[in-house]
């Protein structure tokens, strides 16, 4: 089954909004959670990322939320910029094991000026 | 951080054929992995590359369709066999940077499969 899970496949939002993307995983061994970017057939690039012991990273307009009993984390946008339309790609691994990164299926947004 | 470099960017190939994807890293890392792109935005993972013993593979990918060679800790290759149009698509090639837990990826090589 999937391990990471995005609910949402698609999110629009009106530039300088807040944006919220969800994603819920199943592994209580994962303890490493990021976020990453990623435009049409390219690499997927790291934005953000946090380890299990702390429940929360801002790193400028992007801070991710981590709720281990919940089995969740999100990644806040503020400001939202026709620059950041793209697709955002969820993804955990235990770091303490075999530390493969297991993705979500991605979120594409649009930020419309 | 780390560099990954992947060879070729782009290739064609016909149906039955077998083509290979060399992957190399700038620096020695401990962990590679190979991704397969899906549903023209996620990744997932195929395999992880074992230096010096057999990659492990993750439901869904065997090493009779690809197989992988990890020979030393700067290098993969990951090859198609029998290759089929629905295994168009486009391959990375990642790995752990150094010390840091941050997970880096290759430019992708994109495979069509006529």
């Known amino acids: 089954g999937q391990q990471v899970k995005q609910s949402s496949p698609s999110l629009t939002v009106q530039e300088g909004g807040i944006l919220i993307l969800n994603c819920d995983y199943e592994?209580?061994?994962?303890?490493?959670f990021a976020w990453y970017k990623k435009y049409p057939d390219n690499s997927p690039t790291l934005l953000i990322s946090v380890r299990s012991n702390v429940d929360k990273r801002e790193d400028g307009r992007f801070t991710v939320f981590l709720n281990k009993s919940g089995k969740h984390f999100s990644l806040h946008i503020t400001a939202s910029q026709p620059e950041d339309t793209a697709v955002y790609l969820c993804?955990?691994?235990?770091?303490?094991?075999?530390?493969?990164?297991?993705f979500g299926e991605g979120t594409k947004l649009t930020v419309s000026s | 951080s780390v560099l990954l470099y992947q060879k070729p960017n782009r290739d064609i190939c016909q149906s039955g054929t077998s083509l290979k994807i060399q992957c190399v890293a700038d620096s020695q890392v401990v962990s590679m992995f190979w991704y397969q792109q899906f549903q023209e935005q996620s990744l997932m993972l195929m395999a992880t590359a074992n230096e010096g013993s057999e990659a492990t593979y993750e439901s869904g990918f065997t090493k009779d369709k690809f197989p992988i060679s990890r020979p030393n800790l700067t290098f993969s290759t990951l090859t198609v066999n029998n290759a089929r149009p629905g295994d168009s698509s486009i391959y990375f090639c990642s790995s752990m940077g150094g010390s840091s837990y941050e997970q880096y990826f290759g430019p992708g090589t994109r495979l069509t499969v006529l």
């Open positions: 592994n209580d061994m994962f303890d490493y």
């Open positions: 993804a955990a691994a235990n770091q303490g094991g075999s530390a493969k990164l297991i």
